[in-house]
């Protein structure tokens, strides 16, 4: 039984769905997948109902480009899509960031799926969040996310996300049992300097946000999987290893290995950095 992890799937791109429908089955193993999907709701239903068939369990953690309100009609608002998103991977029997943390059968590690957002603290120090979108716009790094993300009733992605991570610390504080380890899972790597993006720098304010720097300690991660980078790696903090599980664009991959080739294996062990 192995925990496999994958994100970035961007199932937008042709050749990725067909890389998708070719994935083999998976019958004894967990799938965490982290984060992009796809940006169309029946797209992403019909991606986790294919999805569980394949695993024994799957855990979602959305990304950005989930939240992307490129659907007419459609939802309102980023989070009101959020939730509409949760109620379709219910539908399909995958897990997400509101439903029950889930224990490791192995192991007994908790599996615990991260919302958090980005707040775009990830930045230099002298760079003033007044003028972080011109710094980024400086280098033709600004995100898409800027005008395809809608945050009502919030004010900001650094409200939502703010509301995020006080929910999130709130209930691993709460569900956790006091001993246990877990195994974190999101989209947005948790520490900055995790992010290695060197083709598009001062892209870093979309890539998460400082609340989250010392969750892995606080609490007691085995390992930690992110996307959103594109730019998969494994690195290791305080022991613990942080593993980035990204896809990508077709140009970022090796079509001709399929899809499977890419599914990480980070199957909780009590190993630690070399």
Request: some cysteine; proline content about 8%.
């Amino acid at each position: 039984m192995r925990l496999l992890a994958i994100s970035d799937l961007h199932l937008a791109v042709a050749s990725n769905r067909e890389a998708l429908r070719a994935l083999p089955s998976y019958p004894a193993d967990w799938l965490l997948l982290a984060g992009d999907v796809c940006e169309k709701s029946d797209l992403f239903e019909e991606a986790l109902a294919f999805l569980a068939g394949r695993f024994a369990r799957v855990v979602w953690t959305p990304g950005n480009h989930e939240l992307w309100l490129t659907e007419r009609p459609g939802p309102g608002s980023s989070p009101a899509k959020y939730q509409a998103l949760v109620a379709a991977a219910r539908r399909c029997g995958v897990a997400t960031p509101e439903d029950p943390y889930l224990p490791w059968p192995p192991t007994g590690e908790v599996v615990v799926p991260l919302f958090t957002g980005f707040d775009y603290s990830f930045r230099p120090a002298d760079v003033s969040r007044a003028g972080v979108v011109r710094w980024a716009a400086e280098r033709h790094c600004v995100s898409a996310d800027e005008h395809l993300i809608r945050t009502t009733p919030y004010a900001g992605m650094e409200e939502w996300c703010a509301t995020l991570c006080d929910a999130a610390e709130a209930r691993m504080r709460k569900e956790i049992p006091p001993a246990a380890r877990t195994i974190l899972v999101g989209h947005y790597p948790l520490r900055q300097e995790l992010v290695h993006i060197p083709r598009i720098p001062r892209f870093t304010p979309w890539c998460g946000t400082i609340r989250t720097a010392d969750w892995h300690r606080r609490f007691r991660a085995r390992g930690v999987v992110s996307g959103h980078l594109h730019t998969r790696r494994t690195d290791w903090h305080d022991g613990v290893r942080f593993d980035e599980v990204s896809l990508g664009y077709a140009r970022q991959w090796d079509a001709s290995r399929g899809m499977a080739a890419y599914l990480c294996d980070v199957t909780p062990r009590q190993n630690t950095a070399a």
